[in-house]
């Protein structure tokens, strides 16, 4: 088995880094995916104007994808908009947000929305994941021996030292649910800054990877994406970071993949390890 993902996130069309953009653009094409996967914030401000240009450049990413809203793709200022109807513009210009599905011999990846437009919380940026919708997923036979992956826009877990936090309702008893369905890699946005954690209390080789941002919005790291290369045994995780003229590697993982059936069990000797 070889799965090959790339990792987009916070792109903020209205205040994307265009230059990165493009050239990201060119190198997801000449990396060929199995899949694309964006999660999340393709707007600054939730504008139609935004929403437009995040359409063409979607169009333009390798085809199939699954993208899933984040928190920016609300109308950010229109605060009646932004309680009653949050995402319809999403829905207009990009696609269904609720959820996500992709299925193939290799490669089943499940995406729910973990943004919403208002909650009973001062800060609304914050994640919340519905455990209902969750448990609702339908990851197909167990014993397929395919990589199975979840996307959402805000980390589930606690990220020590991050800029931001996720802050999602439900969001340590999501990671139990989707560790207990065998979930292999849970993939997410919002902090702007890439990372790799294992999964607490579930099976050595599950993961959670995070991908940067290819906006202005810096926060501490460089302009990026990620891609992921999993093969039955390992997992090579690489955050592109952008110099100002061209992407060069920025940190790279190579994660042990979690023995599941139809896997053989990864090779005692690798490791995780940060570049």
Known sequence: MTVRIAHLSDIQFGGELTEALEAATREVAAFAPTLTVVTGDLTLNGQPSEFRAAARWLARLPAPRIVTPGNHDTPYWNLV???????????????????????????????????????????????????????????????????????????????????????????????????????????????????????????????????????????????GFTTIVATDDVYEVNAHGWTGARFEPFQTWRLPACAVSGRPSPPRTASARPG
């Open 81 to 223: 908009l932004r309680s009653l109807a949050p995402f319809d513009r999403y829905r207009r210009y990009i696609g269904r947000a609720e959820a996500g599905a992709f299925d193939a011999r290799e490669l089943v990846v499940r995406s729910l929305n973990s943004a919403r437009g208002a909650q009973p919380r001062l800060n609304w940026s914050r994640g919340a994941i519905s455990m209902r919708d969750l448990r609702g997923i339908d990851w197909g036979p167990s014993s397929s021996g395919a990589l199975r992956v979840f996307a959402c826009h805000h980390p589930l877990l606690h990220l020590e030292g991050a800029p931001v936090e996720g802050g999602v309702r439900c969001g340590q008893e999501a990671v139990a649910a989707l560790a207990g369905a065998g979930v292999d890699l849970v993939l997410s946005g919002h902090v702007h800054n890439p990372f790799v954690i294992a999964l607490p209390d579930a099976e050595p080789g599950r993961w959670a990877i995070g991908a940067g941002t290819l906006s202005k919005r810096l926060r501490g790291t460089p302009a």
